[in-house]
C-alpha cells in the first residue's frame, strides 16, 4: 500500500471534518436562545406502563446539556392523577436518567389548587395511592376516603358478600355530612366506589339519612382525568378515570332520573390545564437563565381526544389573546372561561409557590407570553395510524366536550416521540446538541490519527482506501462525541485516545468492500445512535468493541448499504 498516498487522503478528510466542526461550532455560537417551550405526555409517549419506550433516552439526549441541564424549558403533563409530583418526578429522573424536578410535572389533579371555595369543605375523595396526603398537598383540609366511609357506613358496601357486615359503626352518629365530591382519578374496586359516591349524592352528603325523592340538584363534584383509555403495556388500550365517569354519569342518571353535573373537570383536555403549563413553562425558561419570552409550544401526545384536542382548544385560546393584546397593556389576567363550569376564578393569587401556578397580578404578563400551541401526535400509544380514519367518527371525550373533529386532528403526526423531538426542532431550526470533544481535548489531531489510521490499516489488513477507514472512524467519534450522543456504555469503557481500538480491532469477520465496512460502523454509530433508531435489543445486548457484529452479522440478520 502507498503510505504517501494513504497520508494524503488522511490529511484531506481530516481538514474536511475540522473544517466543517469549526464552521457549524462559530454558526451555533451565534444562535439565539430557544423561544419555545415543550410539554411531553407520559405514558403512550415515553412509556407504556413501567416500560420505558425506543427512542425516549434518545429523544431526551438532545434536550440536555452535558451537565445534565435542559437546554429547552420542558415539562411533563399527564392525567395520572394516583401519585405526588416529587414522586412522579423521581420516577422519571430514574428511567430517563436525567434530573426532573417536580416543578416540571403536572399532574390531572394539580390545577385544584386553583378551588380554594371548597378546600374548607367536608369532601369525599376517590382514587387510588396516597389519595389524602395528595389532597392535603392540594389545600384540601377536611377529607373522607371511600375506605373511611365505608367503614363508618359498613352497611353500604354489599356486592362483596365476604364484606358484609349486620353490625352498625359507632362513628357513623359522629359523622359529618359530606359537602363535595372530589374524583382524583380511576379507583381500584369500581363498585364499591360508584355505590358510596350515588349514596352520598342521592343523600345530599349524609348516607344514613333515608330519601323520599331524588334531589334535583346534588352536590358539587371536581374530577380530574377524563381519559376513557390510555396506553400500558398491553396490546389494547385499559380504561381510564374517564371509563369510571362514565359509569357514574349513567348510573346516576338511571337511579336519580337527573343527569349528574360537573363544578369541573381538570387535567387534560381542559384549558386551566394548559394554562397552569404556560406559567410553570415560563418559570422552567427563567430558571434555566433565558431572556428571551416564550412564543410557541408544542405538545407531544399519543390520545387524540385529550392530549391533541386540549392542545387546539388551548390554541384558539391563544390567538384569542394575541388579538386582544394587539394595542393594548394587559394588566392583570384570569382564567374565568378556563373551567368546565365557566365561573370565575380571579381576584387571588391561589397559587403557592411550592405548587406554583398563577404568579402575582402584577407580573403575571411575563409569563403568559405563548402565541401559538402546535399538537404532535405520536403512534406509540392510544393513537394507531392504521385505525385512525375508522374511528374518526367515534367520541372517546367526555360527556361534556364539544364535539368538533377538526380539534381533534394534530398538526403533525410522528412515528415516535423522537422524530417529534427532530420535527420541531426542524421548525424551529434549531441545532443539535454540541457537547464537545471529552476531557476538552480533540483526539483527532492530526498526529494522532496518523498513527491510529496506519496501525488500523496494518491490523485489518484490508485492502480499503485509507479514507474510507478514516470516515468510518472519524464518523464514530465525530457523530458521537463531538454532538454529544454516544452511549453511556461505549462512554464508560472507551478509551479516548485509542478510539481506533474501540471501534474498529475486534475480530472483524467482514466484507472487505467499501461498502460493507464503512456501513456497519457508520450506521451502527452514526445513522443509529445519533439519529436514535437502533432498536431497544440492540442496545441492550451490543457490544460496543464489536460493533460491526452486532449491525451487521448479528441478530438483526441485515447488511446495511453505505
Not at 394539580?110 to 396526603?133: D, M, R, V, Y
Not at 392583570?332 to 406554583?356: A, D, R
Not at 397580578?361 to 402546535?374: F, K, V
Not at 431497544?536 to 441478530?555: F, L, Q
Amino acid at each position: 500500500m502507498n503510505i504517501s498516498l494513504c497520508k494524503f487522503f488522511i490529511n484531506q478528510q481530516i481538514n474536511l471534518i475540522q473544517n466543517l466542526r469549526h464552521l457549524s461550532s462559530a454558526i451555533n455560537n451565534q444562535l439565539a436562545e430557544p423561544q419555545f417551550g415543550l410539554l411531553f405526555d407520559i405514558d403512550g409517549v415515553l412509556t407504556r406502563g413501567r416500560k420505558l419506550l425506543p427512542y425516549t433516552r434518545d429523544a431526551f439526549r438532545n434536550l440536555v446539556k452535558a451537565n445534565g441541564e435542559f437546554r429547552i424549558p420542558t415539562l411533563f403533563v399527564t392525567n395520572a392523577g394516583n401519585e405526588l409530583r416529587l414522586s412522579k418526578a423521581a420516577k422519571l429522573t430514574q428511567i430517563l436518567g436525567i434530573s426532573i424536578l417536580p416543578e416540571q410535572v403536572i399532574l390531572s389533579h394539580s390545577p385544584l389548587k386553583l378551588f380554594s371555595e371548597f378546600h374548607t369543605k367536608h369532601c369525599l375523595i376517590s382514587g387510588q395511592g396516597p389519595i389524602a396526603e395528595i389532597a392535603k398537598n392540594l389545600g384540601f383540609t377536611k377529607v373522607t376516603t371511600i375506605e373511611q366511609l365505608s367503614d363508618a357506613f359498613p352497611n353500604l358496601d354489599m356486592v362483596d358478600h365476604k364484606k358484609r357486615r349486620g353490625f352498625h359503626s359507632p362513628f357513623r352518629d359522629y359523622f359529618l355530612p359530606i359537602e363535595a365530591v372530589v374524583l382524583f382519578g380511576e379507583p381500584v374496586k369500581w363498585e364499591a366506589c360508584l355505590q358510596l359516591i350515588i349514596d352520598v349524592l342521592m343523600t345530599n352528603g349524609n348516607p344514613s339519612s333515608p330519601i323520599v325523592r331524588a334531589p334535583v340538584s346534588h352536590l358539587p363534584i371536581l374530577a380530574s382525568n377524563a381519559d376513557l383509555l390510555w396506553m400500558a403495556e398491553a396490546a389494547l388500550p385499559r380504561f381510564g378515570h374517564g371509563s369510571f365517569l362514565h359509569c357514574l354519569e349513567n348510573l346516576y342518571e338511571k337511579i336519580s332520573g337527573h343527569q349528574l353535573q360537573y363544578t369541573t373537570i381538570v387535567g387534560k383536555p381542559s384549558e386551566v390545564t394548559f394554562y397552569h403549563a404556560e406559567y410553570l413553562i415560563s418559570r422552567h425558561a427563567h430558571e434555566l437563565g433565558l431572556k428571551q419570552p416564550i412564543k410557541r409550544l408544542y405538545v407531544v401526545g399519543d390520545n387524540p381526544d385529550t392530549d391533541v384536542y386540549g392542545a387546539n382548544v388551548y390554541n384558539r385560546y391563544l390567538q384569542r389573546r394575541s388579538l386582544s393584546r394587539v394595542n393594548q397593556i394587559v394588566s392583570q389576567t384570569t382564567i374565568g372561561t378556563l373551567t368546565s363550569s365557566g365561573k370565575n376564578i380571579s381576584g387571588k393569587n391561589l397559587w403557592s409557590s411550592s405548587n406554583s401556578a398563577e404568579p402575582a397580578a402584577d407580573n403575571i404578563e411575563q409569563y403568559y407570553t405563548a402565541e401559538s400551541l402546535e399538537s404532535i401526535l405520536v403512534c406509540t400509544g392510544v393513537f394507531n395510524r392504521e385505525t385512525y380514519d375508522e374511528t374518526l367518527g367515534k367520541n372517546h371525550g367526555h360527556r361534556d366536550m364539544f364535539i368538533d373533529a377538526e380539534l381533534r386532528k394534530p398538526k403533525h403526526t410522528c412515528e415516535h416521540v423522537l422524530d417529534a423531538v427532530k420535527l420541531i426542532f426542524d421548525i424551529e431550526q434549531f441545532p443539535q446538541k454540541h457537547r464537545g470533544y471529552p476531557h476538552d481535548e480533540n483526539p483527532w489531531s492530526i498526529e494522532n490519527n496518523m498513527n491510529l489510521v496506519l496501525s488500523s490499516l496494518i491490523t485489518l489488513q484490508t485492502h480499503m482506501k485509507a479514507e474510507h477507514i478514516v470516515s468510518a472512524l472519524v464518523l464514530r467519534h465525530y457523530s458521537e462525541w463531538w454532538l454529544g450522543v454516544a452511549s453511556d456504555e461505549c462512554r464508560d469503557h472507551c478509551t479516548y485516545a485509542d478510539p481506533v481500538d474501540c471501534t474498529t480491532n475486534a475480530n472483524l469477520e467482514i466484507d472487505k468492500r467499501y461498502g460493507s465496512f464503512v456501513s456497519a460502523l457508520v450506521l451502527r454509530h452514526y445513522s443509529e445512535w445519533w439519529l436514535g433508531v437502533a432498536s431497544d435489543e440492540c442496545r441492550d445486548h451490543c457490544t460496543y468493541a464489536d460493533p460491526v457484529n452486532c449491525t451487521v452479522s448479528g441478530k438483526k440478520n441485515k447488511t446495511y448499504v453505505y
